[in-house]
């Protein structure tokens, strides 16, 4: 198999990776990296299991070959937590106890991130709308819309919340 | 708390000493319960297995109120036939039961013998407590504690007889919302799940599937695979271990293009279901046989009707993974099965290996909501690493073989009759259910029932699954009988004798369809009566926690008086699960304008005593939601060769666009012992969405899953 040269940064740290060009990222993270948070459920971009960042939009990794990842920035759900602090969305994924089995919960989590960095004070659809392509076989759905709504009301201080209310 | 009980280490047998506790019973030295273990932690051993219902926490809780430590000092030991206590298989919501009882009588008799020797040590007879594991005397630290207290082989002792626990009046752990012990892991994407296990000189494993239930390999032809690849055959098994997982999967794909195969076409007609399960030959037993021949004298009206639920699928979010090492005869194994020590008993029947020299520990998989391919996936590790002692070999399954080779759900029908007297009431009831077996784990009926072995050189086709006895509780079985006052009621079990799909158990087994049929039986018979639904059950109610139920989840669902809209209709759907557990009443809020959606469901629960309440509520609404799931959108199709729902496309699930709004209420049930809750609202929800969609779209579907299509053909046939 051929190997090629891959530079990529993740959670902000540059790597270069040898690796066949058509290589799932999901593979390179899990594999090359060590990183255990983005996780194989469907590897055809369906279940919303391996989603990651790859800059500033949500992914899935299953199905993005290497090669395309070239030169990009990725941030993993290892790579939110902020001076060792969690990331608003983790937080509130535990606050609102947003989980049962947590094999989706990753990526509902980078999602979620991702979404509060485009939309900070998204509505109850929107979020809905955002968390469309992350499946949950355990059904806590509800749980989890509540968590991101937390984590926007929190992160969004008094400016957001005033504009939810305009809304 | 102050000590009432010394445990009498006895001499009698503890089948008998600890026959309220047939957990510790089977496992009664208390030293294999819990370890007091350096840094002031208490480590607690359960055979029972977490896979995201929450039990750890539940266990936990139980443990820290018992023993009076914070729950933070508790950790709980991953479950191993290595060293854990064997309580069977964690199924049938009865963990918080039977791992929950006896661990709470272990530690209550290792905190009195603590407490004894505290006792010795102090030279006093005077009253001591315990606070966070700090022996106190009247009310002053002693300066002992649990951990100074606690010298090695102190618990290597059998349980005594019964100690008084405490009562829930006096709980401040249990009883009480607990955040979950696993998820700080799982919200930070640490290494939690058995997929994440990475074992050093570990090698990767795929399996080429037949392509089609019923195949024989004829040959592998050349797929030109790389030398570092070691191919295992043996008769129609074939698989490939490479030293990186991409590598496996090329080579496993490479394999399956080479192989030839006599596919046998043996599967029945996917549009016709209920001719499959009619024409079937199957065993008949009895279920309940009441008969009032004064009361069957009375039937005015009668009344049959016929609900059919299709094979689903688990549908796991993560594809069935496991990893094995053969070691000369000694074999270790990783697995997400829900029954380690089944899975132990099976390989080693399966392989001819001696059960001592087989290990399993048990890890974390996604979420299990029965038997799934856990146990199958343990032994196609086991069977390529024999080709490669002394490394490990960790399998993936496809997401296609997931949704495919996983057992499923069986297809059943009910078929229900009903007379009704000239006030409206029920007076017989007779209700016929055809079904493959549920019973289907890994060494059930004697038979080690894991895939693979079928297609072994020389291996024979799995026996169709047994479904145990036909109690009503069981199997298919499970809520076949109505639990409302009926005085005349006939329930038989037609167990189909063969299975061309392998079944075995999904969440809540055959209640799920019973309870959909009898309750959407409940609301056609209230409209030939010309009742209120709620107030109909009600009216053929006793129990009173049964009555609370319903009559709860009509008053916050605001169920009387709500205003009719166009399109939109609201049902309700009540059981008690087994006949024998937990209870619940669930109203929903359908709309069919173009399709079929449920938009809000609002539950009441009795489960008895509630460990970890917000635990109880996660898994009743993450039950709705699944049932809601299964009876709007699943089912598994397939050819006359092979399943063809093999992907989230193809086998569609809720989304969360779709997803209904879900409330939960629970009914306390104080000085009730815990049923467990995580299977209580299959029936009733998909019932309360039948009644919701009979209402919205003005036309009863009897036929699962409520879809659009279903909703055009029920008004054809009309």
Redesign the interface.
């Known amino acids: 198999m051929e190997q090629h040269e891959l530079h990529v940064t993740v959670n902000g740290e540059e790597h270069t990776l040898a690796c066949d060009p058509d290589t799932p990222l999901l593979d390179m993270l899990r594999a090359g990296l060590g990183l255990s948070g983005p996780r194989f459920g469907c590897g055809v971009g369906l279940c919303g299991a391996c989603l990651v960042v790859i800059d500033g939009k949500a992914r899935s990794s299953c199905d993005y070959p290497a090669w395309a990842a070239e030169g990009t920035e990725v941030t993993t759900v290892e790579g939110l937590r902020r001076a060792g602090a969690l990331h608003a969305v983790q937080q509130a994924f535990l606050d609102e106890q947003a989980a049962q089995c947590g094999y989706c919960t990753s990526g509902m989590i980078v999602a979620a991130a991702a979404l509060l960095d485009a939309n900070p004070a998204p509505t109850e659809r929107e979020v809905h709308e955002a968390l469309d392509g992350n499946l949950c076989r355990c059904g806590t759905h509800r749980r989890v819309v509540a968590a991101v709504l937390r984590a926007a009301h929190q992160d969004g201080g008094a400016h957001e919340s005033s504009g939810r209310a305009a809304r | 708390m102050t000590v009432t009980g010394q445990p009498d280490p006895g001499g009698t047998d503890p089948a008998d000493r600890l026959a309220a506790y047939p957990s510790l019973a089977a496992n009664p030295v208390l030293s294999s319960w819990l370890a007091f273990s350096p840094g002031g932690t208490v480590t607690i051993h359960s055979g029972k297995v977490e ?4 039990v750890w926490t539940a266990l936990a809780q139980i443990a820290a109120e018992e023993l009076d430590v914070a729950l933070d000092r508790v950790s709980v030991a991953p479950v191993s036939t290595g060293g854990s206590p064997d309580e069977g298989v964690t199924s049938g919501s009865l963990s918080i039961q039977h791992s929950g009882s006896a661990l709470r009588q272990a530690c209550a008799q290792a905190r009195a013998l603590l407490l004894a020797e505290a006792a010795d040590k102090l030279g006093t007879t005077g009253a001591l407590t315990v606070a966070d594991g700090q022996i106190l005397a009247a009310g002053q630290p002693t300066g002992l504690s649990y951990w100074s207290l606690a010298s090695p082989g102190l618990l290597d002792r059998e349980a005594g007889d019964p100690v008084p626990v405490k009562p829930p009046g006096q709980w401040s752990v249990a009883g009480r919302s607990a ?2 012990i ?12 058995l ?2 296990i ?1 074992l050093p000189g570990m090698l990767y494993g795929r399996v080429v599937r037949p392509p089609a239930v019923v195949a024989e390999l004829l040959g592998t032809g050349d797929p030109g695979l790389p030398p570092d690849t070691v191919t295992v055959r043996d008769g129609s098994f074939l698989g490939v271990v490479a030293p ?3 590598q496996a999967l090329r080579a496993a794909r490479a394999l399956a293009k080479a192989a030839r195969w006599r596919v046998t076409e043996s599967l029945p007609d996917a549009r016709d279901l209920k001719g499959f399960l009619l024409s079937a030959p199957t065993e008949d037993s009895p279920v309940e046989s009441r008969h009032d021949a004064a009361a069957a004298a009375t039937v005015t009206t009668s009344r049959t009707a016929e609900y059919t639920r299709p094979f689903l699928a688990h ?5 069935s993974c496991a990893i094995a090492r053969w070691d000369g005869d000694a074999v270790t194994v990783w697995s997400h099965t829900q029954g380690p020590f089944a899975l132990r008993d099976a390989l080693a029947a399966g392989l001819r290996l001696d059960p001592a020299r087989v290990t399993v520990h048990h890890a ?6 029965g038997h799934n391919g856990a146990d199958d996936a343990a032994l196609d590790a086991v069977l390529l690493a024999r080709a490669v002692p002394g490394r490990p070999v960790r399998v ?1 399954w ?2 296609e073989d997931e949704m495919s080779w996983a057992p499923l759900g069986p297809a059943m029908l009910a078929r229900l009759s009903a007379g009704l007297d000239e006030r409206g009431r029920i007076v017989t009831w007779r209700q016929d259910v055809w079904s493959n077996g549920f019973i289907g784990r890994p060494g059930r009926g004697g038979e080690p029932r894991l895939l693979a072995l079928a297609h072994l050189a020389g291996g024979r086709p799995m026996t169709p699954a047994p479904d145990g006895p036909p109690t009503g509780a069981m199997g298919s079985t499970r809520n076949a009988v109505p639990g409302y006052d009926i005085p005349d009621v006939q329930v038989v079990r037609h167990r189909l004798l063969t299975m061309p799909i392998r079944t075995s158990s999904l969440r809540s087994l055959g209640a799920f369809l019973n309870v959909f049929a009898i309750e959407s039986f409940m609301d056609e018979l209230a409209e030939c009566a010309g009742a209120d639904p709620v107030e109909f059950r009600l009216a053929h109610l006793t129990d009173p926690r049964a009555m609370r139920v319903v009559e709860q989840v009509a008053e916050f669902s605001g169920w009387a008086g709500r205003p009719r809209a166009e399109g939109t209709g609201y049902g309700i759907g009540y059981a008690r699960y087994k006949g024998l557990a937990g209870y619940c009443a669930a109203v929903a809020e359908v709309e069919a304008e173009d399709d079929v959606h449920v938009r809000r469901i609002w539950l009441a629960v009795d489960v008895g005593t509630v460990i970890n309440p ?1 635990g109880v509520v ?2 009743v ?6 049932s809601a ?1 299964w009876a709007t959108r699943e089912r598994v199709t397939f050819d006359r060769a092979r399943i063809t729902s093999l ?3 193809s086998y569609p ?5 779709e ?1 209904p ?2 409330a939960v209420r629970i009914v306390p049930a104080p000085g009730r012992p815990e049923t467990g809750a995580g299977e209580v609202a299959q029936g009733p929800v998909a019932a309360a969405i039948g009644n919701a969609l009979a209402q919205a779209a003005g036309v009863r579907v009897r036929d699962l899953p409520l879809t659009r299509e279903q909703v055009i053909r029920a008004i054809e046939e009309g």
Do not use: C, I
Request: aromatic share 8%; glycine share 14%.
């Open positions: 896979y995201g219902q929450g955040h979950r696993d998820l700080p892991d799982k919200v930070t994407g640490r290494p939690r799940f997929h994440d990475v990186a997982d991409a549908a796991s979010m993560a594809p974390e998989g996604a979420g299990a909501y993936l496809s997401r917000d996660n898994q609404e993450g039950g709705a939601v699944q799931s992907s989230w496309d699930v809720l989304r969360f666009t997803v709004g879900v």
